[in-house]
Each structure stands twice: as structure tokens, then as C-alpha cells.
């Protein structure tokens, strides 16, 4: 059933399951994927931040993806409400170079087009640092929408912007 689900994410997604493709997540993957600095100070704020990850996902909402045998990204949702979930995506230092990025770019874009009906939401939410400039350029591309500002929010005090994207 979770391979049926994951080669039906795949094709939505664009990839071609080989060469540049999802497995379900696991928090070991978050050990092999070499991290940009703003994902690391997580480990540092969160105990367990990858079981935290592993347990509250929503059940095969939750992926990790490989370009060429290396896994660069995982992503997922985690369930907040019926019908709300959080999304939540751990690059790689690797998605700096475009020829790996634009595959998962186009990827994560597919997921959150589909992932309303896929897992049954009528909203998706995610947070993102102020200072973390890659990640709001991306949750932007990705069809969010900035929902306002959460002051002194971060473990580390900084402000966060709150985006949503809600099923048409």
C-alpha cells in the first residue's frame, strides 16, 4: 500500500523513482543529510528532534528525497487539527545547486498541490525564521501565504512569519 501511495507521489510530483525519488521518512535520513546551519540549531532546541518528526507526522504524509543515492530533502506534514496540518521540510547544503534543487522544488510544489485531497486538509501552516531567508523565499514559491508576524517566537527569540495555504 505505501509503495502504491509513494510511486502515485512520485509521478505527481515529477520524479522518476530512480535516480530522483521519495522513500516514507525516517529519522535516520536526517543524519545522512548534510544540513544547512538553520536546521541544525534544532537539534539543539528540540530533544529527539527527529523522533519528535518520526512520531507526530501524519501517518505517510512524510518523505525523504534522494537525488542520485544521496538524500538532500525531507518534508512532511504534521497533524494539528482535523483538517490542519503543519508542513515541515529539512534541506540540504546539496539544494543549493540548482540541477538538484529544481526537481524537489517542482516536487514539494506537486505535494502541496495535491496533499489537500491526498490527506483530507482544508489548510497547511508552517512558521519560518525572519533571518532564514532561503526558506521564506521558498515557502513563497510554494503558494503560501504570509498570515502575519509571531514576535520573539523561535527558541532563539528571533520573529517568525506565519504562512498558510488553504484548498481552493
Known amino acids: 500500500m505505501v509503495e502504491l501511495q509513494i510511486k502515485h507521489i512520485e509521478n ?12 516514507p521518512f525516517h529519522p535516520k535520513h536526517l543524519w545522512l543529510i548534510n544540513l544547512r546551519e ?3 540549531k534544532y537539534f539543539d532546541y ?10 507526530n507526522t501524519i501517518h505517510n504524509a512524510s518523505y525523504t528525497g534522494f537525488y542520485y543515492g544521496t538524500p538532500v530533502v525531507s518534508f512532511g506534514l504534521i497533524n494539528m487539527f ?11 547544503k ?5 540541477r538538484v534543487a529544481l526537481p524537489f522544488h517542482k516536487a514539494t510544489k506537486a505535494f502541496f498541490d495535491n496533499a489537500f485531497d491526498l490527506f483530507n486538509l482544508r489548510r497547511i501552516e508552517c512558521t519560518v525564521d ?27 527569540g ?4 506565519m504562512y498558510s495555504r488553504l484548498k481552493q
Open 158 to 161: 528571533h520573529d517568525y512569519a
Open 130 to 156: 525572519l533571518t532564514n531567508k532561503d526558506a521564506l523565499k521558498w515557502i513563497e514559491t510554494m503558494l503560501f501565504t504570509r498570515d502575519g508576524i509571531k514576535r520573539k517566537f523561535g527558541p532563539e
Open 94 to 98: 546539496e539544494l543549493n545547486n540548482i
Open 38 to 40: 538553520h536546521e541544525k
Open 46 to 55: 528540540i530533544p529527539n528532534y527527529e523522533s519528535y518528526l518520526a512520531k
Open 12 to 23: 505527481l510530483m515529477g520524479l522518476d523513482g530512480v535516480n530522483k525519488k521519495i522513500t
Open 82 to 92: 482535523p483538517g490542519v496540518a503543519e508542513a515541515w521540510l529539512i534541506p540540504s
